[in-house]
């Protein structure tokens, strides 16, 4: 069965800091891997995805991700912490046969101005 | 352009009550699907839909029940409110079959008393 691990219930970063949140997975196959954002009282937003190619995704909101097949991780990134930022994020993964989307559950961002 | 309204917002239900959470999109995406949230378990998938007259289980279909009659509607059916259902319920459409949900509503916070 496929998993999704965020290790960390909260992240907390300072306003202009580079920002990481962990998610590793496991899964058969080829994973299909995703990042979501969700504001207060919102559903989830997509942010990026990664299906195959280059190791380093670029998403929405200048957030990328680097995918680590080594180390079946999948963390995303910002160079720069935003207090806008501030939301709870998910990873999510999928095989590549087509199988339902399995969450992480979830790591609450917090930058501090 | 709404993209995908869900209603009501919130709802108290007693045990053994029946109700039924509405979800409609504006995007003529083909496929549509059912999530609940949990604190600490992400989002997990209820049913889903492939397409009118189309639907299908997800990971946790235990007293619930969808249809889809059209493409813009997509209503959740709670058969008999155990209090095991209070959570959080999304609905999210994608417009390729397999592919991630795209576009999420706002949720439907509900509570069984």
């Known amino acids: 069965a496929q998993s999704v691990a965020q290790p960390e219930d909260q992240v907390n970063v300072a306003e202009g800091n580079p920002l990481t949140v962990k998610c590793t997975y496991s899964v058969s196959g080829n994973p299909y891997l995703f990042w979501y954002v969700q504001y207060p009282n919102r559903g989830l937003q997509f942010l990026l995805k990664?299906?195959?190619?280059?190791?380093l995704v670029k998403g929405s909101y200048g957030f990328e991700a680097e995918f680590n097949k080594s180390q079946t991780s999948f963390h995303l990134k910002k160079p720069s912490a935003l207090v806008s930022d501030s939301a709870l994020y998910f990873c999510a993964v999928r095989d590549d046969a087509g199988n339902m989307l399995t969450f992480g559950g979830g790591t609450r961002l917090m930058v501090k101005p | 352009n709404a993209g995908v309204t869900q209603t009501p917002k919130f709802q108290v239900l007693k045990t053994g009550q029946s109700m039924t959470l509405q979800c409609a999109q504006d995007m003529n995406h083909e496929y549509m699907s059912w999530y609940r949230q949990d604190p600490g378990m992400g989002l997990r998938l209820i049913h889903y839909s492939v397409g009118a007259g189309i639907t299908d289980q997800g990971e946790v279909p235990n007293g619930y029940n969808v249809s889809r009659s059209t493409t813009e509607d997509f209503p959740l059916r709670l058969l008999s409110a155990a209090p095991s259902q209070t959570s959080v319920y999304f609905c999210a459409i994608s417009d390729t079959k397999g592919d991630q949900p795209q576009h999420f509503g706002d949720g439907t916070r509900l509570s069984i008393l």
């Open positions: 990664y299906i195959t190619g280059d190791n």
